[in-house]
């Protein structure tokens, strides 16, 4: 089993609609939670943090659920520019280090 | 943009051949984290550097060895390359915290390595 599993995708919707991405992770020590966004060739950038309460930022939401080890990202009406590759990535403790983890990737694609 | 660079952009080895990747990071960052990233897939950690010393090692061969500066540039460097190593190197820089802060991670935009 991966350490981080996300469903790749691709997503096609149309804009406008409302779109949500699930991430599972395996350690349940894992101790922070991001979602990054990735454009084709381009490298990833942080979309937002996970905060265990649940957080908002705009159109997306971001939710952590410990007891089932899942992170979920919602994007309510999606823009044509939400158009990319979301990573869900979990940063692990391992030993006394560290150990930052990133899923596959889900593809969206929103189209016209 | 992140204030993390990367330098070359571009690079074409053979097989064999060794191959030294760089790294500056955002200023005010003490740990830089190296990222292999294939066609189609996540970034895979390779390690992460924390006070010139590795804290952190995913699943890549010791051919994959590094380096952090006091200045807290570092270096990947790849021996024996072999035709799988063909990938986008990233490298992120973060403020890391034993006490657990988040670890956010800025990327620089890659190297994107051509073996042959």
């Known amino acids: 089993r991966k350490e981080v599993e996300q469903d790749p995708g691709p997503f096609n919707v149309p804009e406008g609609a409302t779109v949500a991405f699930n991430c599972t992770y395996s350690?349940?020590?894992?101790?922070?939670f991001f979602w990054y966004r990735q454009d084709c060739r381009k490298e990833p950038k942080l979309l937002m943090s996970?905060?265990?309460s649940g957080n908002e930022d705009g159109r997306f939401t971001a939710q952590l659920n410990r007891a089932s080890q899942y992170i979920s990202l919602l994007i309510r009406d999606s823009k044509l520019s939400d158009s990319a590759t979301y990573l869900c990535?979990?940063?692990?403790?391992?030993?006394?280090?560290?150990?930052?983890?990133f899923g596959s990737g889900t593809r969206l694609s929103i189209r016209p | 943009e992140t204030g993390v660079t990367q330098s070359p952009t571009h690079l074409i080895k053979t097989r064999g051949q060794q191959v030294t990747l760089r790294c500056s990071s955002q200023?005010?960052?003490?740990?830089v984290s190296w990222y292999q990233q294939a066609l189609g897939q996540g970034p895979q950690f390779i390690f992460q550097?924390?006070?010139?010393?590795?804290?952190g090692r995913g699943n890549f061969p010791p051919r994959f060895s590094g380096l952090q500066f006091p200045n807290y540039s570092s270096e990947l460097n790849v021996n024996a390359l072999e035709l799988d190593d063909s990938a986008l190197y990233l490298c992120?820089?973060?403020?890391?915290?034993?006490?657990?802060?988040?670890?956010?991670?800025?990327f620089g935009a890659g190297t994107r390595l051509s073996v042959l």
């Open positions: 996970v905060y265990s």
């Open positions: 990535v979990v940063n692990s403790p391992d030993s006394s280090a560290s150990k930052i983890i």
């Open positions: 550097y924390y006070r010139e010393e590795e804290n």
């Open positions: 350690n349940s020590a894992s101790q922070s």
């Open positions: 200023s005010g960052h003490n740990t």
């Open positions: 992120a820089s973060s403020h890391y915290s034993p006490l657990g802060a988040k670890n956010i991670q800025y």
